[in-house]
């Protein structure tokens, strides 16, 4: 007789926790729309695919752009090795000496930069003195080089522009 009664009881709150229609539309009709409306018209104010298209054309037109300004012929123009006496901090003397191209893609900047080489030479020299050895060690150091070199030659030459720096040597005697 209990088993009939446990049946009985579980019948009874099954039936009890049935949800309504009424309690299914507010809480989960209601909101779906509310999301809903709410996107379409945060969509319709953003620009929606209007904006998207609009966006995508003038992306077009920079690439364009970009393609039509591709460098042409590469030009290098070759500096006069550099030895400069690396910061050690009251140590030992360590030197490095670097051979470097600069790479650009017109002839005009090219004329440019040997009209400004002694600035360019003045802007590498101040930077490598102050580099300690520690700070050429391995692959991301050269990297760090070739980077910062790179800003540097663009400062000094704006607004022609330096597209690449090429190491031809680099010895550190340390």
């Known amino acids: 007789m209990s088993d009939e009664i446990n049946d009985e009881d579980l019948a009874e709150g099954l039936e009890r926790k049935k949800i309504s229609g009424k309690k299914i539309v507010l809480f989960i009709v209601l909101p779906a729309l ?11 104010l953003l620009g929606g695919e209007d904006g998207n298209d609009a ?3 003038e992306e077009q037109a920079a ?22 006496n690396l910061n050690t901090a009251g140590g030992k003397p360590s030197y490095l000496k670097l051979t470097i191209s600069l790479e650009v893609d017109k002839q005009s900047s090219l004329e440019d930069l040997q009209q ?5 030479i003045d802007n590498f020299q101040v ?21 910062e070199l790179l800003i ?15 190491f031809k040597e680099i010895l550190i005697n340390g």
Do not use: C, Q, W
């Open 34 to 44: 509310l999301l809903l409306g709410g996107g379409s018209l945060a969509l319709m």
């Open 55 to 57: 966006a995508a054309g």
């Open 63 to 84: 690439l364009a752009a970009a393609k039509a300004n591709e460098p042409t012929e590469l030009l290098f123009l070759d500096l006069d090795p550099m030895l400069v």
């Open 116 to 120: 400004k080489l002694p600035r360019i």
């Open 127 to 147: 930077y490598l003195r102050e580099l300690r050895v520690e700070d050429l060690n391995g692959s991301a150091g050269m990297f760090r080089l070739k980077e």
């Open 152 to 166: 540097r030659v663009n400062e000094a030459v704006y607004p022609t522009r330096v597209h690449d720096v090429l």
